[in-house]
C-alpha cells in the first residue's frame, strides 16, 4: 500500500463505503462529488486501485476476518512470547532473587529504570528500520535476540550482572509494538483499529496469567542442577521466545500478506511534523499519566502479595483472575470503541473506574484483612490498560500521512514505557506493604488522565469545526486551487476530519 493510497484512506474512504455498500464513516470529508473526484485522482496513482470496485457487507467482513486469522492471530503469538520475557522478573522476585544476588527493592527499581531507558531509547531508530527493511526481516531478528538476553539472565550473580541482561532485554525489544501497531493499520480502517489493539494487547493479559502458572512450576525447579527457581524461569522462557522464532519466520516467509516486505524511508519531514504536533500530544500525555499505576500495581503484585502474608509461590497464581478480568474489560470498552465510533468518553470512563479502584486500595483501613486488600487488587489490576488499545486507534487514526503516523505511535509507546519510570519509583520500601502515599499519587495521576481525555474531545471538535467553516462554501474549483498551492500535508490539510 503506497503512503498516497493510505492517506487517500483515511480521509476519504467513508465515500467510497457509502457508495458502494451503503456504510458510513467518519472519514467523509467533502461534499459527494469533489470528493469522488479527489478519491479518483489519488486512488489511481495506486495500481492496485479500482475505483469501479464494489462489494457487499458480508464480503467486507469475510476479508476482514481473513487479516484477524492470518496476520492478528500470529501477531499476538509473538507479543504472548515478549510479555513472558519482559514480565517475568516480577514473578521472578518472589523467589528469593533479591537475597540470592544480594540485592535490595529499590536495586530491582533502579534496574526497571535501566530497561525502560533502553527500551525507550531505540524505540523510534528501531521502527525506522523497520519501514527499511521491512518486519519480516527485524521482528525475527529482534525476537530472537531478546530471547537470548533473556536466558542470559541465568548467569546473574550481581548488581552489575542485573543492570547489563535488563538493559539488553529493553534494547531489543524496542520497537516491536509500535512497528506492529502502525503494520496492522495497512490492514484494517480506523473503526477497526480499537478493537484490533485490543486483542493485540490481550494476549498482554494471558500472557501474565500464562506466566503465573508457569512461574509456579518453574520456580519450584529451585536446586535441581544446582540452579535457583528464577534461574530457571529465565533460562526456560528465554529459549522459548528463540524457538518459537522458527515458527513464525516460516510463516512470514510462506506467506507475504503476513508481512510488508517494501523498502520506505521515514521522512524526516514526517518525524518533525510528529514531534510538534499540539494535536498528537494530549494523547501522549494520556498515555504518561494513565499507565503511570501499571507498573507498580502490575509489577509488584506478587511481591505485594507476599508482603500481606500470603504465600510468595502461590501468590503467582492469585493475580491471574486480575489479568483475565483486565482482558475483558478491555474487550468491552475497545469493542464499544470501534462500534459507536468514540474515543474520548470510553477513556475517560474507563480511566475513572480504574481511579476508583487505586482509591479504594488507598482508602481501606490500616487494619483491613489481606483478602480484602487482595480483593480490591484483584479489581484495581482488570483496569490498569482497559483503555490502552482505544488511545493507541485514536492516535493511528487521526495521524496522516503513515511517516508521521509511525513516528506518533513510537512515541506513544515510548511515553507509556517512560512513565514506568516514575511509576516503579512511586512504591518505596519504607511505604511497603499498603503503599498508601503512593497510591494516592496514582489516584492523582488518573485524575490528570480523565482531564486529558475530555480535552483532547473539545480540542479535536474544535478543529473540525474551524476547518468546516473555512471550506464551507468551497467550490470543486476552490478546492483544485487549495490542492496545488498547499503545503498542508496528512491531517493538517483542511479536508482531514479528526475522530474523537
Given at each position: 500500500?503506497?503512503?498516497?493510497?493510505?492517506?487517500?484512506?483515511?480521509?476519504?474512504?467513508?465515500?467510497?463505503?457509502?457508495?458502494?455498500?451503503?456504510?458510513?464513516?467518519?472519514?467523509?470529508?467533502?461534499?459527494?462529488?469533489?470528493?469522488?473526484?479527489?478519491?479518483?485522482?489519488?486512488?489511481?496513482?495506486?495500481?492496485?486501485?479500482?475505483?469501479?470496485?464494489?462489494?457487499?457487507?458480508?464480503?467486507?467482513?469475510?476479508?476482514?476476518?481473513?487479516?484477524?486469522?492470518?496476520?492478528?492471530?500470529?501477531?499476538?503469538?509473538?507479543?504472548?512470547?515478549?510479555?513472558?520475557?519482559?514480565?517475568?522478573?516480577?514473578?521472578?522476585?518472589?523467589?528469593?532473587?533479591?537475597?540470592?544476588?544480594?540485592?535490595?527493592?529499590?536495586?530491582?527499581?533502579?534496574?526497571?529504570?535501566?530497561?525502560?531507558?533502553?527500551?525507550?531509547?531505540?524505540?523510534?531508530?528501531?521502527?525506522?528500520?523497520?519501514?527499511?527493511?521491512?518486519?519480516?526481516?527485524?521482528?525475527?531478528?529482534?525476537?530472537?535476540?531478546?530471547?537470548?538476553?533473556?536466558?542470559?539472565?541465568?548467569?546473574?550473580?550481581?548488581?552489575?550482572?542485573?543492570?547489563?541482561?535488563?538493559?539488553?532485554?529493553?534494547?531489543?525489544?524496542?520497537?516491536?509494538?509500535?512497528?506492529?501497531?502502525?503494520?496492522?493499520?495497512?490492514?484494517?480502517?480506523?473503526?477497526?483499529?480499537?478493537?484490533?489493539?485490543?486483542?493485540?494487547?490481550?494476549?498482554?493479559?494471558?500472557?501474565?496469567?500464562?506466566?503465573?502458572?508457569?512461574?509456579?512450576?518453574?520456580?519450584?525447579?529451585?536446586?535441581?542442577?544446582?540452579?535457583?527457581?528464577?534461574?530457571?524461569?529465565?533460562?526456560?522462557?528465554?529459549?522459548?521466545?528463540?524457538?518459537?522464532?522458527?515458527?513464525?519466520?516460516?510463516?512470514?516467509?510462506?506467506?507475504?500478506?503476513?508481512?510488508?516486505?517494501?523498502?520506505?524511508?521515514?521522512?524526516?519531514?514526517?518525524?518533525?511534523?510528529?514531534?510538534?504536533?499540539?494535536?498528537?500530544?494530549?494523547?501522549?500525555?494520556?498515555?504518561?499519566?494513565?499507565?503511570?499505576?501499571?507498573?507498580?500495581?502490575?509489577?509488584f503484585a506478587p511481591l505485594i502479595l507476599k508482603m500481606l502474608g500470603f504465600d510468595g509461590l502461590k501468590a503467582n497464581l492469585m493475580i491471574i483472575p486480575g489479568y483475565l478480568l483486565s482482558l475483558t474489560i478491555m474487550s468491552t470498552v475497545s469493542y464499544s470503541s470501534d462500534r459507536l465510533n468514540e474515543r474520548a468518553y470510553h477513556g475517560a470512563f474507563a480511566t475513572l473506574y480504574y481511579a476508583i479502584c487505586v482509591l479504594a486500595l488507598a482508602l481501606l483501613p490500616l487494619d483491613a484483612s489481606k483478602y480484602s486488600l487482595y480483593?480490591?487488587?484483584?479489581?484495581?489490576?482488570?483496569?490498569?490498560?482497559?483503555?490502552?488499545?482505544?488511545?493507541?486507534?485514536?492516535?493511528?487514526?487521526?495521524?496522516?500521512?503513515?511517516?508521521?503516523?509511525?513516528?506518533?505511535?513510537?512515541?506513544?509507546?515510548?511515553?507509556?514505557?517512560?512513565?514506568?519510570?516514575?511509576?516503579?519509583?512511586?512504591?518505596?520500601?519504607?511505604?511497603?506493604?499498603?503503599?498508601?502515599?503512593?497510591?494516592?499519587?496514582?489516584?492523582?495521576?488518573?485524575?490528570?488522565?480523565?482531564?486529558?481525555?475530555?480535552?483532547?474531545?473539545?480540542?479535536?471538535?474544535?478543529?473540525?469545526?474551524?476547518?468546516?467553516?473555512?471550506?464551507?462554501?468551497?467550490?470543486?474549483?476552490?478546492?483544485?486551487?487549495?490542492?496545488?498551492?498547499?503545503?498542508?500535508?496528512?491531517?493538517?490539510?483542511?479536508?482531514?476530519?479528526?475522530?474523537?
Amino acid at each position: 500500500m503506497s503512503e498516497k493510497q493510505e492517506l487517500s484512506d483515511s480521509k476519504h474512504k467513508g465515500d467510497l463505503e457509502k457508495a458502494a455498500s451503503g456504510s458510513s464513516s467518519a472519514a467523509s470529508t467533502l461534499s459527494a462529488d469533489p470528493a469522488d473526484e479527489k478519491l479518483r485522482v489519488l486512488g489511481e496513482q495506486n495500481p492496485h486501485y479500482d475505483h469501479e470496485l464494489t462489494w457487499t457487507a458480508e464480503e467486507e467482513k469475510q476479508l476482514v476476518r481473513i487479516f484477524d486469522f492470518k496476520v492478528l492471530s500470529w501477531i499476538g503469538v509473538m507479543f504472548f512470547f515478549l510479555q513472558l520475557d519482559r514480565g517475568n522478573m516480577s514473578n521472578a522476585l518472589t523467589d528469593n532473587l533479591m537475597a540470592d544476588l544480594n540485592i535490595d527493592l529499590n536495586t530491582i527499581t533502579l534496574g526497571t529504570t535501566v530497561f525502560i531507558l533502553f527500551f525507550c531509547f531505540f524505540e523510534i531508530p528501531s521502527n525506522m528500520i523497520i519501514r527499511r527493511v521491512g518486519p519480516h526481516r527485524w521482528i525475527p531478528f529482534l525476537m530472537v535476540f531478546w530471547g537470548l538476553a533473556t536466558a542470559a539472565q541465568v548467569f546473574l550473580k550481581d548488581k552489575v550482572s542485573y543492570f547489563i541482561c535488563r538493559a539488553l532485554v529493553g534494547l531489543f525489544e524496542a520497537g516491536y509494538i509500535p512497528g506492529i501497531a502502525i503494520y496492522l493499520t495497512t490492514y484494517y480502517k480506523r473503526e477497526e483499529m480499537a478493537l484490533r489493539l485490543s486483542v493485540f494487547w490481550s494476549t498482554l493479559s494471558i500472557a501474565n496469567s500464562c506466566a503465573g502458572v508457569l512461574a509456579y512450576g518453574i520456580l519450584h525447579m529451585r536446586g535441581l542442577a544446582g540452579l535457583a527457581g528464577w534461574k530457571w524461569l529465565f533460562l526456560i522462557e528465554g529459549l522459548a521466545t528463540s524457538v518459537e522464532l522458527i515458527a513464525i519466520t516460516r510463516l512470514i516467509r510462506d506467506d507475504p500478506s503476513k508481512a510488508d516486505p517494501s523498502k520506505r524511508v521515514v521522512p524526516k519531514a514526517d518525524i518533525w511534523r510528529a514531534v510538534t504536533s499540539p494535536r498528537i500530544w494530549p494523547n501522549i500525555l494520556i498515555g504518561f499519566f494513565g499507565l503511570l499505576p501499571s507498573t507498580p500495581i502490575g509489577s509488584f503484585a506478587p511481591l505485594i502479595l507476599k508482603m500481606l502474608g500470603f504465600d510468595g509461590l502461590k501468590a503467582n497464581l492469585m493475580i491471574i483472575p486480575g489479568y483475565l478480568l483486565s482482558l475483558t474489560i478491555m474487550s468491552t470498552v475497545s469493542y464499544s470503541s470501534d462500534r459507536l465510533n468514540e474515543r474520548a468518553y470510553h477513556g475517560a470512563f474507563a480511566t475513572l473506574y480504574y481511579a476508583i479502584c487505586v482509591l479504594a486500595l488507598a482508602l481501606l483501613p490500616l487494619d483491613a484483612s489481606k483478602y480484602s486488600l487482595y480483593i480490591c487488587l484483584i479489581f484495581t489490576m482488570g483496569a490498569q490498560t482497559c483503555w490502552h488499545p482505544v488511545n493507541a486507534a485514536w492516535i493511528a487514526g487521526n495521524t496522516a500521512p503513515v511517516g508521521k503516523r509511525t513516528i506518533a505511535l513510537a512515541m506513544y509507546i515510548i511515553s507509556v514505557n517512560i512513565t514506568a519510570i516514575a511509576g516503579s519509583n512511586v512504591f518505596r520500601a519504607k511505604h511497603a506493604p499498603r503503599f498508601i502515599t503512593g497510591m494516592w499519587i496514582l489516584f492523582g495521576s488518573l485524575l490528570i488522565t480523565i482531564s486529558l481525555f475530555i480535552f483532547q474531545r473539545f480540542h479535536l471538535r474544535y478543529i473540525n469545526d474551524k476547518r468546516a467553516k473555512i471550506t464551507r462554501d468551497w467550490t470543486a474549483q476552490d478546492w483544485k486551487q487549495y490542492d496545488e498551492t498547499t503545503t498542508d500535508v496528512g491531517d493538517d490539510r483542511l479536508d482531514f476530519v479528526y475522530n474523537y
